[in-house]
């Protein structure tokens, strides 16, 4: 099931953000979606002046080889490297494009005639093109031992120094419009190319990425049939070639599927997409609803995220609030699809939104914002329609274990969540949880519910169910957000979400959990020797 799923994430992200009809403050910018593919390792391999082969990881070598041993840290990144490829889907002019990307390390020195004081950057460089001309690199049926090259020919391209990734996409999509609004020639170009060959025992792809200026004059040497094999004589990068064909051919989707006959849950949820991609929402509705009739699409939150969307395309806004709020109820536990969760509420604001719910619109989007969603679209959208709005804490509750509260009653939040707190501290986790459930089903006060979060996400660390801690915490900090909570609890929650981040072997964002701790005031020695010893 996993497997499942996380072919379609990144794919839903930018399905369910088609066609958005907000407006915004400048121009309705083209909306890229999140990362739909990626390629982080390969090996670089550049033959030397000395008539010999070296490689590196990530990195192209440099061809004088009295370079490639220099301890200078300049040529220590190769003739080439990167650390990251990445490709986004946008839609442009009803098209579909990517965004292919490309991190990498550069820097400078402050003393460059002696190559002293070197100051590390992080650079990524930004092509926009057709989608269709990755199926030219890679065409279905791809003859072994043939170099092929592509022109992407690209709408827009740009380099970023230092760049902020909570900005990249805003970035990205300014340039796109601004492109498209002036009729500009993009300046920078970038040609693939790529040779699959079978070697070492095992399928392999060699690839090259040149970036050259946008004239014909420097690209079309490259392109000519007679050079396509010399581009790899001396220099180029190596993957297996499954990875590599995962990586460019993302969007591979079985087009059978779109007549064949579905037998399995899996099968209409595959074919829904389709249709849904397609543009055919009438048919993605009724596969989707099929999916819904089967474990565990029944259950799977993308399953009625997709349908609203389709259902709201199709003008069936009645129905796709009711998808939404079946999607938002099934909250995952998997931190993978947390963002695509949180870019559904944004979503059903914008739904509300295009249906004059202004109140219920702002509600989504504070909420989205709150509980960690980096959107810049969002962001404008709150500042230009929410300014006189007040939020109050998020209005969606996760769905809450099933116990009997007949004999209860709302004032009895209270005793259930000292009880939960006493169970807490004598150790009884599981009777804790039980008891914390049990109070929030009775809609607790406002200033109570984030410390009830906090409790019962500790609860949940201490039995080791990580993944739920992490809600837990999440929509404990949300609730902080409405300004009526005891900010001195911050610390801990921060602190606990970082070690249900370490024990699931989220280091990067256990580190920034921990750095939010020591900031809203942890001054537990023996937690802050630990914090250091794991984010040196």
């Known amino acids: ?78 003739s080439d490297n990167f650390e990251l490829l990445e490709i986004r889907d946008v839609m442009v002019r009803n098209e579909l494009y990517v965004v292919f990307t490309i991190q990498y390390k550069t820097g400078w020195y402050e003393f460059p005639i002696l190559m002293e004081q070197w100051h590390w950057q992080d650079g990524l460089n930004y092509f926009v093109f057709k989608a269709s ?12 031992d043939k170099p092929y090259i592509i022109n992407t020919d690209a709408l827009c391209s740009g380099i970023l120094i230092d760049f902020d990734m909570k900005t990249l996409n805003s970035t990205i999509a300014y340039n796109i419009q601004q492109t498209l609004d002036n009729g500009t020639i993009c300046s920078h170009n970038l040609l693939i190319a790529v040779w699959s060959v079978e070697a070492k025992g095992m399928q392999l792809s060699r690839f090259r990425l040149i970036q050259t200026m946008n004239k014909k004059k420097f690209y079309t040497p490259y392109l000519e049939e007679k050079n396509r094999a010399k581009l790899f004589f001396s220099r180029y990068y190596e993957a297996d070639y499954p990875t590599f064909r995962a990586f460019i051919r993302y969007d591979e989707i079985n087009p059978t599927l779109a007549t064949t006959d579905p037998k399995t849950g899996e099968d209409w949820f595959k074919r829904g997409v389709y249709h849904y991609r397609a543009g055919d929402f009438t048919q993605a509705i009724s596969d989707l609803t099929e999916a819904a009739k089967y474990c565990p699409f029944d259950r799977f939150f993308m399953t009625y995220a997709y349908r609203a969307n389709a259902r709201e395309q199709m003008g069936d806004y009645s129905g796709a609030m009711k998808d939404y709020d079946k999607a938002i109820s099934l909250k995952p536990a998997e931190k993978e699809y947390y963002s695509a969760w949180l870019m559904t509420i944004y979503n059903r604001g914008v739904a509300k939104f295009n249906v004059k719910d202004m109140q219920g619109a702002c509600q989504d989007w504070h909420t989205a914002s709150q509980m960690g969603l980096q959107d810049a679209s969002m962001d404008e959208n709150i500042k230009a329609n929410c300014k006189n709005f007040t939020y109050t804490g998020p209005a969606i509750l996760p769905t809450a274990v099933e116990v009997s509260t007949a004999t209860l009653n709302t004032s009895d939040y209270r005793r259930l969540y000292f009880e939960g707190m006493a ?51 999440d929509y404990c900090l949300a609730y902080m957000g409405s300004g009526k909570a005891d900010n001195s ?32 005031g942890l001054l537990d020695q023996e937690s802050l020797n630990f914090i250091e010893q794991i984010c040196k």
Not at 42 to 61: C, F, H, K, M, V
Not at 493 to 516: H, I, M, P, W
């Open 1 to 78: 099931m996993k497997k499942i799923l996380s072919l379609f994430v990144n794919l839903f992200v930018a399905a369910i953000l088609f066609g958005q009809p907000v407006e915004r403050t400048i121009s309705n910018l083209p909306i890229i979606s999140d990362v739909k593919s990626s390629l982080e390792l390969a090996t670089g391999y550049a033959l030397q002046d000395n008539g010999e082969w070296i490689s590196a990881q990530n990195r192209i070598p440099y061809k004088v080889a009295d370079f490639n041993k220099s301890n200078k840290t300049y040529y220590k990144l190769g």
């Open 133 to 144: 001309k990755l199926k030219e690199l890679l065409p279905n049926k791809v003859d072994w």
């Open 423 to 473: 169970k807490y501290q004598s150790g009884s986790y599981a009777e804790a949880v039980q008891n914390l459930d049990k109070a929030l089903e009775l809609k607790p006060d406002l200033s109570i519910i984030p410390s009830i979060y906090s409790y019962r996400g500790a609860s949940k660390l201490k039995l080791s169910d990580y993944g739920r801690a992490i809600s837990d915490f």
């Open 489 to 520: 609890i911050l610390k801990t929650v921060y602190y606990n979400r970082g070690l249900a981040n370490f024990f699931l072997g989220n280091q990067t964002e256990a580190c920034n959990d921990f750095s939010k701790a020591i900031r809203t």
